[in-house]
Each structure stands twice: as structure tokens, then as C-alpha cells.
């Protein structure tokens, strides 16, 4: 959808009657990175304080866990909404915290101990670093005994360049993708570093526990942040203990909110998550929550660079959108699975 078209669909209320329609249904709202200035990768604090702004002026803003309890019970208020960051990047502190506290907002952060602790940092992070600092047009590899060759457009941003290769490391066993990494890494005569560069620090435990004194909630993305469906039920269930305890530890506070790397999960990792004593899971499956919500697979909404596509995508709207889309597609005889993009 064209800017000035959904510039001005904002400023003239069309979005309002959509936001009244699914009052009934909880929106969950996710971040992963932040900056200070403008970028269409992470999102800039002028955007986060204006959405904030929008989402406490139309929404009742609640902690996550809030919402799992009234699923639980059965009874979902209306106007509910919720904030979740995923990963738990030094920015999360460093930009978005003051923006919450000044609001006095509640939100989740979810973290990786293992990266919090500097003993290992995010692997689609490596891909970035490598892409920065080989300053090559084309990344070779080789997974699962198949060769891959991707080819970067002069355009394309460090994030965006490095992303085309994540996605095919996301299908592979864990094993198999950081070894890819260390390949390709050597290709390039670049040693990675063991500890996270500054740009991809993790938030410290010092300042986790300044943020869970504050209000925020601390919540679980594993140990080491692998894709769990790729890893072993054994590995499942560490990642799901390890990182809980060492969070409790940490806080002195139980650990009840789980957010599943990358957003993968199957029926048996669902199980081993209500095992491991969580008691609400979030995904990347985008959408809103109805009374009738799994609490272990959530559904969220992804903050967007600016508040028009904002609105659009909280609002229900955008959900209205693709469904029309995948009838259109449906009903001229084609199947598809593809993710529309919205705006």
C-alpha cells in the first residue's frame, strides 16, 4: 500500500472502526533491535515513543503475563495490550527501557542466557558480521553436502544482505549451521570473535535485574537460542531449564514466559515447554488473540518502521487485507503459501 494512501487513510479515522471491532481480541506487539536514528531494520526511538504513545491512549497496556492469566481463566478483557522484545539486545536497555519507564509501561524482555552471559553471541548475528566485514557481493557455502551460492544487490543493507543467507541456515540442524558459519567465516580469512562485537552486545544481568525491579518481565528464549524443532528432545528440554533457573537466579523471580526461537515449534516442543513450567509461550505468527488463544502459542503483531503501517497492523486491518488476498489468489485457481507484505 502506497505511503500517502495510508498516510491519509490514518488521518481520517479509517482505521479506527477496526481497532473498535477487535477490542475482544489481546494484540501482543513484538521489538528486536532499536536505534536512535532513522533505519528501516531497526526501530528508531522517535517511532517506539510514538507508538507507545498511540497504544497507551487506545489500549489498556498490560503485562504478558497478564494476558496468559485471563486466558487461563477463561476471560479476556477488552482493549488488552501487551509489549514483547525478543533477544534482549543492549539497546532494549539502553533505548527502549527509558522510553517505558517514563510512560511507566510494562513489557517482556525475552533473553538468551548463554548470549547474556558473553559465551556466545546470536548466530544469524555472525552472518551480519561477516557480510560487514567481508565486503563481498557473494556469500558460498555448503549445507547439508549441497552447495549455495547468494549474490548481494549493491543496494541491499548489511541486515537485509545477511538475512537472504540466514533463511537457509534456519532449515538445518544446529551442528550443521554453525559449522557453515566457521566455513564461510575461513572463506573469507576472518576469525570470529568468541564474544559478541559492541553493536551485537546482549543487555547485562545487572541491568536485567534494574529492568525487573522497574516492572519489566523477564522471560525465557532459551539458553542458546537454536531453532528447537532442528535439535534433540534432550537439548530441548536443557535449553528450557538451564536458561529459566538462570534467570530466577538472577531476579529472584519465577520464570513463566517462553518465546520460541525464531518462532518455530512443534506439538512436542509445545509439551516439553508446559513441562519445564511455563506458563505462556509467544510466537511470530502474526495476528491478534481471541478468548480462544493457546496460551503456549500466542500470536503477535511486528512493530513496523512508522505509525500509519503501525496502526494498520494493530488495528486488525491488515489481517482483513491478506485473508481478501489469499481468497483472490484462492478463487483464480492458484495455492499459496507465501506471506503478503502489508503496506
Known amino acids: 500500500m502506497k505511503q500517502q494512501m495510508l498516510n491519509a487513510m490514518q ?15 489481546a494484540l501482543i506487539v513484538t521489538y528486536h533491535r532499536f536505534t536512535h536514528s532513522d533505519t528501516d531494520v531497526k526501530t528508531a526511538s522517535r517511532a517506539f515513543a510514538e507508538q507507545l504513545d498511540y497504544l497507551t491512549r487506545y489500549y489498556r497496556v498490560v503485562p504478558l503475563s497478564l494476558i496468559a492469566e485471563r486466558l487461563r481463566a477463561g476471560r479476556l478483557p477488552s482493549g488488552l495490550a501487551a509489549i514483547t522484545i525478543d533477544d534482549g539486545y543492549s539497546d532494549a536497555y539502553e533505548i527502549a ?22 559465551k556466545k553471541w546470536l548466530w544469524t548475528d555472525k552472518l551480519r558480521y561477516l557480510v560487514e566485514h567481508a565486503g ?22 548489511v541486515f537485509r544482505a545477511a538475512d537472504r543467507v540466514n533463511s537457509l541456515l534456519k532449515v538445518v540442524g544446529n551442528d550443521e549451521k554453525e559449522a557453515a558459519i566457521v566455513r564461510m567465516a575461513a572463506a573469507f580469512g576472518l576469525d570470529l570473535p568468541t564474544a559478541p562485537p559492541p553493536e551485537y552486545a546482549s543487555v547485562t544481568w545487572e541491568q536485567i535485574r534494574e529492568m525487573s525491579r522497574s516492572g519489566i518481565e523477564i522471560g525465557s528464549h532459551t539458553a542458546s ?16 531449564a538451564q536458561s529459566r533457573e538462570q534467570i530466577t537466579a538472577e531476579t529472584a523471580r519465577p520464570v513463566e514466559l517462553f518465546c520460541y526461537p525464531n518462532g518455530n515449534y512443534n506439538d512436542a516442543v509445545r509439551r ?25 502459542a500466542l500470536k503477535r503483531v511486528h512493530a513496523e518502521y512508522d505509525l500509519p503501517h503501525f496502526i494498520q497492523n ?26 503478503y507484505e502489508l503496506g
Not at 97 to 118: H, Q, Y
Not at 227 to 235: A, C, K, S
Open 136 to 157: 563481498a557481493r557473494t556469500i558460498e557455502g555448503t549445507l547439508d553436502g549441497r552447495d549455495f551460492c547468494v549474490e548481494f544487490e549493491p543496494t541491499d543493507s
Open 272 to 296: 516439553e515447554v508446559e513441562r519445564a513450567g511455563y506458563t505462556c509461550a509467544v510466537t511470530v505468527e502474526c495476528g491478534l488473540n481471541d478468548r480462544h488463544a493457546e496460551p503456549l
Open 225 to 240: 537460542h537454536p531453532i528447537l524443532p532442528n535439535v534433540g528432545l534432550e537439548q530441548v528440554r536443557r535449553e528450557l
Open 97 to 118: 527501557f527509558p522510553l517505558l519507564s517514563e510512560r511507566r509501561l510494562p513489557a517482556t524482555i525475552f533473553v538468551v542466557t548463554d548470549f547474556v552471559d558473553r
Open 314 to 339: 494493530t488495528c486488525g486491518f491488515a489481517e482483513v487485507k491478506a485473508a481478501l488476498l489469499h481468497g483472490r489468489d484462492a478463487g483464480a485457481g492458484l495455492h499459496t503459501d507465501r506471506q
Open 11 to 25: 488521518a481520517t479515522g479509517f482505521f479506527a472502526p477496526f481497532r473498535l471491532a477487535n477490542r475482544g481480541k
